[in-house]
DNA sequence: GTGAAAGCGCTAACAC
DNA sequence: GTGTTAGCGCTTTCAC
């Protein structure tokens, strides 16, 4: 392997012009030039191992997701990586698999590769330790949840705005009995979206003299596939059942879905809105009005304060919160709608 | 941060005997005993980075692979850090976007960062280029598909056999009329598995007097959903429909599953038989008969032999082909038969 | 079995 | 601007 040794001599300079060269410290033009020429012929590439070694960093920053298929996530990657390769920053992906005890471990691997800085969306927002990282000073910043008790920048979404927009929207399109399927109580991602379409319905309820919320419109579930279904099961075998309902994360949209059809209905006659997209939407008819996730942005904001923090910057500490969007599709076009295009 | 000095310092041994601790070196009982506790006392963790620098080597493997968010590759890498595990390997994870200039990058980074060895599920047959590793010696294990000529490990699925178990499965069941939609021309996971479809309907004419293989049965696409909604359809609209279709992969068969139901049929009465799981097949109804591919097994073995290769073990090259395996599930019942369970 | 010492390839402080 | 030099934390001879 040629280090930055074997280019000095057949150079002619100092290892650490040699250094210079590569890192943008001051040398002569035509030096320069001749270093580059022998770097190149001899096929010189820095060890990046010595180099984060002397540097006490390593130009690596890691990314610890809780699960590697969500298309959320990979969507988040992808920001995080391309704002990432702005500063020549490589993005290493450890999946901890909603696992407390891998992202431990993965938290570890971080410290003791000494990356540059880690990202991390957190497998549990009680029992997620970041003090391993904390400790050596490394640069943190939380993405989606925020650990509590972590001291570090966050990025986060705008769940709250989120459940009002869809709720609204919902209202606007005609539907007036519109339940919700929650997530898990506790889960903060779950309860600001809960909040934000109880806040809504209130407000609407009040203005019309509708009485009150009727507290069987609001289920809890497990985000996942199967607890969409039976909430809508549920939800369809009341005496009123439900004209519309909104639904707080994307597994679960997919369950409801399966119930309705069972049920033999279909959007947009009961109006389905999905917090999150669908994976594999196209399969989905007919298509699904969504509150789209900032995923990519995301990550991007989250890589942004990070390479600060890696630059040095002193500043408090911050969160960042970025909004969703509403996407209006066909599945709620209003309970009267044949299919057709929205109207909202 | 803690060094090995602080604790050899503070055992009141050397740094060599930590560091014989820590490697399984030869050291008494009674001292590796009190290094041990002083390091735990003290925090101390080994800095990889320095260990990397003077070895040589990096405790870290690279898995590249193309496509992030398909679960065949989340699964194989899933066995890749299962068995990594073993030997204390830690995975990071590079997600090439199925782009050749971004998987060279990730290459060059392998190399320079001096990891252990690499995985890669090759973006391109042709045009992935691992050079870079082989020049240095790296070990590199090829997986699902190799690089032509590349001189390296590979583990690789069995798709013509796998082709071949899914048609023979389908004649088994009663249908006579079987269609293949094949994926691209050209492309070698395809081509074997419709080299195994063929090969055994032509068995199967022969001894029935069938007559010739109807070319139009065999069509084209592109391995994504709208290609095998239309190759059904086109397949639909022949004067002679076929009676089942073996789909030579996973998004594919969500296309022509859907073209069924739009055409008003629904398996098993039309068989479908899909090559690799389908991604949320829980939505799918009914239960689709696959191809399994040994997507774990095959990360698992390919990390196997990587490690063989970084412990120094000198053997020839070796390519290790995995074998599928038929999941029956009710898609494939026969044209007779009411939706009830599988007769195969 | 143990310790002293060299050195992996690089960067940064310092002297010129 | 440039070269000399020390040293990041670790493993591994080589003596003992």
């Known amino acids: 392997m040629t280090t930055i040794n074997d280019v000095a001599r057949a150079a002619g300079v100092s290892p650490a012009t040699v250094s210079r060269v590569f890192n943008g410290g001051r040398v002569t033009a035509e030096r320069a030039e001749r270093v580059r020429k022998t770097a190149a012929e001899l096929g010189f590439s820095p060890n990046r191992v010595a180099r984060s070694l002397r540097m006490q960093r390593a130009s690596v920053i890691g990314l610890i997701i809780p699960d590697i298929e969500n298309p959320f996530f990979t969507s988040l990657a992808r920001g995080v990586e391309d704002a990432a390769q702005q500063t020549n920053l490589s993005v290493v992906l450890c999946n901890t698999d909603e696992d407390v005890d891998k992202e431990r471990r993965y938290l570890e691997i971080a410290a003791a590769e000494q990356m540059a800085g880690v990202i991390v969306a957190a497998a549990s927002r009680n029992r997620t330790d970041l003090s391993v990282l904390e400790g050596r000073g490394m640069p943190v910043v939380a993405v989606d949840r925020r650990p509590r008790g972590a001291s570090v920048d966050a990025v986060m979404v705008d769940n709250q705005h989120g459940g009002e927009e869809a709720t609204a929207h919902l209202l606007r399109s005609g539907y007036r009995r519109i339940a919700c399927i929650a997530g898990p109580e506790g889960a903060s991602t779950s309860d600001d979206r809960l909040a934000g379409y109880r806040a809504v319905m209130r407000d609407h309820l009040r203005e019309t003299d509708g009485g009150a919320l009727p507290p069987e419109y609001v289920r809890h579930a497990d985000f996942r596939v199967e607890g969409g279904r039976s909430a809508m099961r549920d939800l369809l075998a009341l005496p009123a059942p439900p004209d519309a309902v909104f639904v707080a994360n994307n597994l679960m949209t997919v369950g409801a879905l399966q119930a309705l059809r069972e049920a033999g209905t279909e959007p947009p006659r009961t109006g389905v809105l999905s917090f999150g997209d669908v994976p594999w939407a196209s399969l989905v008819r007919p298509p699904l009005s969504t509150v789209q996730l900032p995923s990519y942005d995301l990550g991007w904001t989250a890589a942004g304060l990070l390479q600060e923090r890696i630059a040095g910057t002193e500043r408090p500490l911050q969160t960042v919160v970025l909004r969703t969007?509403?996407?209006?599709?066909?599945?709620?076009?209003?309970?009267?709608?044949?299919?057709?295009?929205?109207r909202d």
């Open 325 to 342: 969007a509403l996407q209006v599709r066909e599945s709620t076009s209003g309970p009267g709608a044949q299919g057709g295009a929205a």
